[in-house]
């Protein structure tokens, strides 16, 4: 136990105290999110993720906030896992054939998440590429099947 938990720490990476910059990938609709990490010790960090859509019939956000703890591969490469959650809001208005179709409502959920992260020496930039299942509650009828993997590659500067 003491051999798996000194490996665990000697694997530790400081991480940097902040970085902003956009989470892109699918978002259950929402696309690519604004994102942010704040440093919380050497190894751990809060991640939180703001998407919305605004267009002609649809307007939604969902927030997102994931705990997240932090182990070095390699020089820059480092790898995460994670939990947390959020929630988020929605609502449609559009007309199609003479009938209009009009609805709203909120949604909370649950998530995990992992993934591979590298580090730039030169510059302050992260790259990464994670896979954060989704677990919905709500009866607003926002997603048919409640379970929702989110898959994005993010780039934010570190500072």
Known sequence: MMLIGLAFTAQAQDISKNALGLRL???DGF???ISYQRGLSKNNRLELDLGFRNS???DAFKLTGIYQWVWNIDGGFNWYAGVGGG???WSYDYRANGTQFKDNGTFVF???DL???YNFKEVPIQLSL???PELYFNSD???DDNFGPDLALGIRYKF
Do not use: M
Request: aromatic share 4%.
């Open 87 to 89: 929630l988020g809001s």
């Open 56 to 58: 002609n019939n649809v």
């Open 115 to 117: 993934g591979i992260e």
């Open 130 to 132: 994670d896979i954060r």
């Open 141 to 143: 009828n926002y997603r």
């Open 25 to 27: 990938g699918d978002n």
């Open 110 to 112: 649950v998530a995990g």
């Open 31 to 33: 696309g690519g999110e």
